[in-house]
């Protein structure tokens, strides 16, 4: 991992890495269009036609509006979602939350494990898009 940008966008913290994105949502947040809105304009900036995972480091309990992954089905090169989380009901709510989206979705309990799996994600749908070619 290097150089990485960091933004405070009210109710989380996103942290951009070359092929993923982090963001850690804050205690007692709910998560809306209108955050989601910014998210995907820093989305657009660091990975405009570039293939990019999502990690959710859940350490916190929060709400999300579920109709917010209609967001993720609308960005084509947002090829994972992987969420890290050791706490058993974050962890059930995350498996709920990833029917509302058609992307890959992986839990861990880690971020190594996460960046691994991700990285593998990308690169298999990297592969794809040079064959296509």
Avoid: C
Wanted: net charge neutral; aromatic share 16%.
């Amino acid at each position: 991992m290097g150089k990485f940008h960091y933004y405070d966008i009210g109710n989380a913290e996103v942290y951009v890495f070359d092929d993923f994105l982090i963001k850690q949502v804050k205690e007692g947040a709910f998560i809306s269009d209108d955050e989601t809105e910014l998210f995907v304009e820093i989305i657009g900036k660091h990975f405009k036609n570039k293939n990019f995972a999502f990690i959710s480091n859940r350490v916190v309990s929060y709400t999300v509006n579920p109709l917010v992954y209609n967001a993720a089905k609308s960005i084509p090169n947002l090829v994972a979602f992987a969420v890290i989380s050791t706490d058993h009901k974050m962890r059930e709510t995350s498996k709920f939350e990833n029917k509302f989206h058609n992307k890959p979705f992986k839990l861990f309990k880690n971020l190594s494990d996460t960046i691994l799996w991700t990285s593998d994600i990308i690169k298999q749908e990297n592969e794809k898009n040079f064959e296509a070619l």
